[in-house]
């Protein structure tokens, strides 16, 4: 199955995939990795304004739909900020890994 997922830059356009992809969050998730809808109201202003200069952004795309998430913040910085969410079905299958490795070539 990770064999046929899709890892590459959100963009405009994306807003629908990753709005879906907070509804489903589970809760454990929401609470860890959206508290207060920080992080979705970020990653779609990521999409909408595509300031690159100090933060990026990827999605893991699979059947049309949002499979995992992985951003950098503060790239200006010597240690920048490393956030990864993958979709609850798909927990345990190193797709969170598969992200990490996106982020290392930063």
Not at 22 to 36: D, I, L, T, Y
Not at 85 to 104: F, N, Q, T, Y
Request: aromatic share 10%; with cysteine.
């Amino acid at each position: 199955m990770l064999e046929d997922i899709t890892i590459r830059p959100i963009v405009p356009g994306d807003e629908d995939m990753i709005n879906e992809f907070f509804a489903v969050m589970g809760p454990e998730s929401a609470a860890f990795f959206n508290r207060g809808r920080g992080n979705q109201n970020g990653t779609l202003d990521f999409c909408q304004k595509q300031n690159t200069d100090r933060r990026q952004y990827w999605m893991a795309e699979l059947d049309g739909k949002m499979a995992g998430l992985v951003f950098l913040w503060d790239l200006h910085t010597s240690i920048p900020w490393l956030g990864i969410a993958v979709r609850e079905e798909l927990k345990g299958r190193r797709l969170g890994r598969k992200l990490a490795d996106i982020s290392e070539d930063v």
